[in-house]
C-alpha cells in the first residue's frame, strides 16, 4: 500500500479535484494550494467542471481534466501523469475522489471547509477508502464540530499565517 513513508523521496504529482472551477472560498483556497505546492517543487493537476476560475489555474503550470464525468478517461489521465496523491475538497467530487483513490491504490486528502457537508454520508464514504485518508479543516470551529461527531481532522488554517497572526 502507498503511504506518506512510500511517497517520501519520491516526487509528490497531486490531483487536487473540485466540484467545479467556480468563484468562491474552496476554490480560490485550492488556487493558492496549487500555487504554493508548485512553488514547492510538486506536480500538480486539476479537476472540475468548468467555470471562472478555470483561467486563473491554466496561468499556473498545472494540468487540467475537465470532464470528470468520464472515469475511465479520468483514470487513464490519472495514470498517464503517475498522480500518487488525490486531494479533495467538496461532497460531491469527494466521491469521485474516493472512487478514485480506491481503484488506483492512491492516497487521498480530504479538506473540509465548513460545516455544510452531510457528515454521516461522508463517514461512509471513508469507510470505502483502501488507504486511511489524511482529512484536514481550514479552522479551528470546524475542527471542533467534526470531532464532535466523530471526524478526527489535522488543522491547517485557511490562509493565514500562523507565525504572523497568533491569539
Not at 146 to 161: A, C, R, Y
Request: proline content about 4%; some cysteine; aromatic content about 8%.
Amino acid at each position: 500500500m502507498k503511504g506518506e513513508e512510500e511517497l517520501e523521496g519520491h516526487e509528490v504529482r497531486v490531483l487536487l479535484v473540485l466540484d467545479a472551477f467556480d468563484i468562491g472560498g474552496t476554490e480560490t483556497h485550492v488556487l493558492s494550494l496549487a500555487k504554493e505546492l508548485i512553488k514547492q517543487g510538486s506536480s500538480v493537476f486539476v479537476t472540475g467542471d468548468p467555470g471562472p476560475l478555470e483561467n486563473q489555474f491554466k496561468k499556473l503550470s498545472c494540468e487540467i481534466y475537465i470532464d470528470k464525468t468520464n472515469k475511465q478517461k479520468l483514470e487513464n489521465w490519472i495514470r498517464i501523469n503517475k498522480i500518487n496523491v488525490i486531494h479533495a475538497h467538496l461532497q460531491d467530487s469527494g466521491i469521485v475522489a474516493v472512487q478514485l483513490s480506491k481503484k488506483l491504490n492512491i492516497p487521498l486528502i480530504y479538506t473540509f471547509h465548513g460545516i455544510f457537508y452531510n457528515l454521516e454520508e461522508t463517514k461512509e464514504l471513508f469507510k470505502q477508502c483502501s488507504i486511511k485518508p489524511t482529512l484536514i479543516s481550514v479552522s479551528e470551529p470546524v475542527q471542533h464540530h467534526l470531532k464532535q461527531n466523530g471526524i478526527f481532522t489535522v488543522f491547517i488554517p485557511n490562509g493565514i499565517d500562523m507565525k504572523l497572526f497568533r491569539r
